[in-house]
């Protein structure tokens, strides 16, 4: 098998991958903090993807300045779905959790459904069908930069979370509910932010997706169930992790279709979670608890 | 107000009345007399109208929305449709056939699918309801000593050999002999039916100067295309061998460019998705010179200009030639069902098969010969033409009979 082949492969799976990984971070920095699995999140990336499309058939907004509108959105109803619709279900069993929010998924699934109907749809950029070419390897140019704007939105989270003082407080939160409620932090609120944010970032991945692959509305739970692969194979909670997970995805699907067979590509992300829960259950960057 | 002599609308009577007679002539041996029926024919039609073979599920449908007004005229049938989506999931095919059954259809028309045909056949036999397929070719549908399933389409194994056939047909007009191909396919039912077909085929049929260096299968809902299509630009073959769908053709042709793939061409031997006007809208010029080797429409049959005429109609800003493979069977598929009835004069289901398999209608819209059935249920001689993207229109372009361009192989963008 060609070298180039193989090389040209991996790059696409590792830049995929990161945009998988942003996705997946969004998941992870809210069940981190909130304790809440999102089963909504892919319904929620696909929204955003469907909110790029709209952007761009009626103002031609590209999708990288579509971020700023978008997760600007996706931060305010993330806040207020928590605050208003999730925060009541906190302390409730888990099971009531999940329910809530795969009703929450299957609402948004139907109501695209209603609004945009079955056909798949996508933004067509100028440079959307180039590529670099360097020798013998080609960078897909739509992939190359929404894997950087990926890049730089994880780095952006990952400074708010270290260095700003209500990501400190989050992270006091996520580390011990009931000392941050004795010092004073308003936690139903930061669990409000933390929910916003984490909407922000599927946000972003969504911008960043419409460049990859073409939407349609049952395109959500697949998206669902692809973040969950991650962050478990990453570490549930862990931000890092969620990176890892999205890339080792990335390229595990793309040499798998490689060199065992395209149509298995799928098959080989879960032997790759199994794998990760038979060895460390707690995923690659995960902590034990 | 009465047509005169000579008007469209005297001439679309007679062709209609000829149709009719044609029909029934054919059947009963006496002549055709177009009268109204005392019952209506309630036709359940099962179509994927969503999910990723939604466009072309609502393709179809525009076929089967015209017919119960065209065959009013031809037959004097009263139909009521009574539409099911089957939301591109065999189960959920299921459940909908199981459904009209119980709402009262009297026959079941569809799916666009062997999968989901596969399981509506199971209910339709299990229920004694006869069930015409429009468009499903998976040969084993009609193998399994089924009563009231029919399917006036082409097995796999035909579409491949009229498919491979108009292969050598296309490299002799082209005076052109490429060497290698690299076979891509779906993984489903169809794919890989038609997948099973070629590797039959492709051994016997001698006169094809290529030979299969690679074949790459892959799942016709995926998201990615990046990997498959690396593998097959790797393997270095002179032109694509292609089976698909249409969200997967649209795919994996921008694939094509962004890697700056350019073989010869693509032809497919036979699958949906790249005469689909979706696939035009969405590629524009880079759906150009995409070859697929199809069961087609005869644009000179007096039928099909019935048929378009009643499709601009309910259609206006459409054309028939993006929809008329899907709207040509399924509306053949309805009126099977349709002069049946007519023959039968009854809505019982036994006595509907026994009608549908006497059926002999010459008078018809798509290429090949009279829609009559085999012992098993299968219409035979059904025929293919190789339709090309040209001007960003289907264009039939082999066999010459019905041609109404000449081919264009190897594409411009091939460098040797």
Redesign the interface.
Known sequence: MPIELVVNVVIAGVLTGLVYGLMALGLSVIFGVVRVVNFAHGEMMTIAMYATVVLFAALQLDPFLAVVPVAGLFFVFGTLLQAAVINPFITRPEHSQFMLLVAIAIIMVNGLLMVFGPDARNVQVDYQLESYAIGPILLDKARLYASAAAVAASAALFAFFKFTRAGKAIRACADNYLGAKVVGLNVKRYYALTFGLGSACVAVAGCMMILLVDVSPVLGPAYTLLAFVIVIVGGLGSMGGALLGGVLIGVSEALAGLFITPSAKSMFSFALLILVLLLRPQGLLGRKP | MKAQRGTPSHVRRRVLKAAAASAALSTLGFPAIVRAQAGRLKVGVLLP????Q??IGQSCQKGADLAPGVIKEMLGVDIELMNADTETNVDTARTRAERLIQEGAHVLVGPFDSGGAAAIAQVAEQRGVPFVINIAAAPQITEQGYKFVFRNFQTAPDIVRNGLALIGDLFQASNIAPRTAVFMHV?DTFGMAMAKGISAFMGRLTQLPFKIVDT????PA???????V??A??SNADFLLLVCRL?DA??LR?EM????WNPMGIVSPGSPGMYEE?YFK?LGK?SEYSISNVPWYNPRAELTKVVEKAFLKQNPKDKLVFNGLNVGFTFEAILVAADAFRRARSTDAKTLADAIRQTNITSKMMLGGPIKFNEKGQVEGIGSACVQNLNLTPTVVLPAAVATATPVFPWPYYKA
């Open positions: 109208r969503s999910g990723f939604g466009l993984n790459i299968q892959y799942d995926a998201r990615d295309l990046t990997v498959e690396s593998k630009k790797a969200n649209i795919l921008r460019v962004k890697q700056r979706q969405t880079l």
